[in-house]
Nanobody, 125 residues
Framework: QVQLVESGGRMVQAGDSLRLSCAASGRTSAMAWFRQVPGKEREFVAAITWIGGNTPYADSVKGRFTVSRDNAKNTMYLQMNSLKPEDTAIYYC?????????????????????WGQGTQVTVSS
């Protein structure tokens, strides 16, 4: 019953910064960002929980991306800095509305109940 809407994707140059947003229609216990390039499998990017402050990141984005959320707005953000052409992909928002989600399972896409339609991020060299 939770609807997710991503926004903020656009074309930028390498080294630039961009912030993505994912607005949920209701409270979520955990939210995550995944990305996918045509011809490749979906890749975990980052996740964040309502309680606990767990924010795992994919190794490829550590130190460059920061995930955060505003619980009052039911919105998750992904601040992307020092963007690289390799970051080009469709970024999807995922959420688990209720229930427990172990820390080690946060990067697992099948654990999430809802998905957004995605927002395109293109980084030119």
């Amino acid at each position: 019953q939770v609807q997710l809407v991503e926004s903020g994707g656009r074309m930028v140059q390498a080294g630039d910064s961009l912030r993505l947003s994912c607005a949920a229609s209701g409270r979520t216990s955990a939210m995550a960002w995944f990305r996918q390039v045509p011809g490749k499998e979906r890749e975990f990017v980052a996740a964040i929980t309502w309680i606990g402050g767990n924010t795992p990141y994919a190794d490829s984005v550590k130190g460059r991306f920061t995930v955060s959320r505003d619980n009052a707005k039911n919105t998750m953000y992904l601040q992307m800095n020092s963007l690289k052409p390799e970051d080009t992909a469709i970024y999807y928002c995922a959420a688990k509305s209720r229930g427990l989600l172990l820390r080690d399972l946060l990067p697992v896409g099948t654990q999430y109940d809802y998905w957004g339609q995605g927002t395109q991020v293109t980084v030119s060299s």
